[in-house]
């Protein structure tokens, strides 16, 4: 039955449901946004724009994305069955997703992310994705922005009420007709260089200036 029932969670008909379901059901949000014109005149200006987030708060952010389609998006995701279900609903938003993750497909995923932002000049990346551990900033997106040259913009999502489930993230599913706060970042950029330790100290960086505002266990 168990086996059945993930069958049918994987078919075409069942992403379609789930991504109108996802669209309606964020549909109830009031949503509030915060600093988003400073990384769009950036883009506007043809410098390349990475948005950068936290598994935990990317629920939040589903039907507003969907508003970014005019850019031509790029969104990496795993090659897992979970992976399938969220690429087919990002795809009916108008995001492209290469597919693969640090453990399974990830540099031809990456090299087809880094092809993405270089062709179109934006995309965005789930930082600790797909499997965490939560807070810890993996270094694929330090690669992608030096390889495009891109800007990182962080993005954080708070909710005045929502659910946390006890997941590996604290997954943040805001309840419905909560007001939803989509906060945008400074960018940050990084000068290219071949020295690993540099590679590192970016990373560091990053999480260091986005871990804080994580919902995290007390």
């Excluded at 600093?35 to 043809?46: A, P, S, T």
């Excluded at 399938?84 to 640090?102: C, E, K, Q, Y």
């Excluded at 995309?123 to 600790?128: R, S």
């Amino acid at each position: 039955m168990f086996k059945k029932l993930k069958f049918i969670i994987y078919t075409r008909p069942f992403i379609a449901f789930a991504y109108y379901l996802i669209r309606v059901y964020s549909m109830t949000f009031r949503i509030r946004v915060k600093n988003e014109n400073r990384w769009q005149d950036l883009r506007k200006q043809g410098i390349p724009v990475l948005l950068c987030g936290w598994h935990q708060q990317f629920f939040s952010v589903i039907h507003h994305f969907k508003t970014y389609s005019k850019f031509n998006p790029g969104l990496m995701i795993s090659q897992s069955k979970d992976g399938d279900l969220i690429s087919g609903v990002a795809n009916r938003t108008g995001w492209h997703t290469p597919r693969g993750s640090s453990s399974r497909g990830g540099k031809q995923a990456l090299d087809a992310m880094i092809d993405h932002i270089k062709t179109y000049g934006f995309g965005a990346h789930i930082l600790d994705g797909p499997t965490g551990p939560i807070g810890r900033v993996k270094a694929g997106v330090i690669k992608i922005a030096l390889e495009t040259d891109a800007v990182m913009v962080p993005f954080y999502t708070s909710a005045e009420h929502a659910w946390f489930f006890n997941s590996w993230d604290r997954f943040m599913l805001p309840k419905p007709f909560s007001r939803v706060f989509i906060t945008f970042g400074e960018e940050i950029h990084f000068e290219s260089s071949d020295d690993m330790d540099d590679f590192e100290e970016y990373r560091k960086l990053l999480e260091t200036t986005m871990r804080p505002r994580l919902f995290l266990k007390s």
